[in-house]
C-alpha cells in the first residue's frame, strides 16, 4: 500500500480531509495527520510516506521547508499542497520545489482524486525523483539569472529554494556540470560583455551592474575569463 501522510493546523480542515475519500479504494493507507510543520517532518522522516497532503502555513515548519528538507533527505516523497493562502507566489514556489499540486481549501474531492491519480502514475516510472532534483536547480539558477547585480552567496541561494548550502553545492555540480560560484562567474561574464557594448555606461558602472563593487576585481575577472581587459574588449 502506498503510505500517505495528510498535515493541517486546523483541526476541523484536518479532520475533513481524513474523511473526503475512500483511502483503501486507492491502494493507499494513512501513516499519520500531523497539526504542525514540525509533527509532519518527523512523520516524513518516520514514514517516508510515498505522498504528503499538507497545508502550505502551519506553526513550526512551512509546507515549503519541508518540501525541500524532504527533498535534501534523498526521499521521493510527492507532496500535494492545500492552503486558503492561494497567492501566486506560494503556488509558484511550491512547484518549482517539486509540489505535485496546490490545491485551494475548501478542498474539492475531483481535484484532489484528479491528481492523486497523477501521482500514483508518477509512481510507477523511476524519473520523478531526479524531475524534483531539476526543478530545483532550475529554480536556483533563475534566481541567480536575476539577481547577478545583486551579493549573491551559496547561502543566499540555499536559502531561497529551502535547503542546505552543502546540499545545493553538491546537486548544482551534479546537474549543471559547474560549480555554483563558477556559474554566477559566467551569468556576470555574458552580461558584462552584452552591456561593454553598449557605450552608455562606463566600465565602473558596469562592474556595478554585473554584482562587483570593486572594480579593480571585476576587471582582473574579466581579463581571466575573457583574455582582456574590459577596456581591450570595448575597443
Known sequence: MVKVVLADDEPLALTLLQHIIDWKRFGLTLSGCAKNGDELYEMVLSFQPEIVITDIRMPGKSGLEIIAKTLESGLPTHFIII???????????AIQLGAEDFLPKPVSRTELVKTLNLVLEKLK?????????????????????????KHLTLDSVASHVYVSSSYLSTLFKKETGVNFSEYVTNVRMENAKRLLDNAEYTITQISDMVGYKDVKHFSSVFQKYYQMSPAQYRK
Do not use: V
Open 83 to 93: 492552503s486558503s493562502h492561494t497567492s501566486f507566489e506560494y503556488a509558484r514556489k
Open 125 to 149: 516510472t523511476p524519473e520523478h525523483k531526479e524531475e524534483s532534483y531539476r526543478k530545483l536547480i532550475q529554480t536556483a539558477k533563475g534566481y541567480i539569472d536575476l539577481n547577478f547585480d
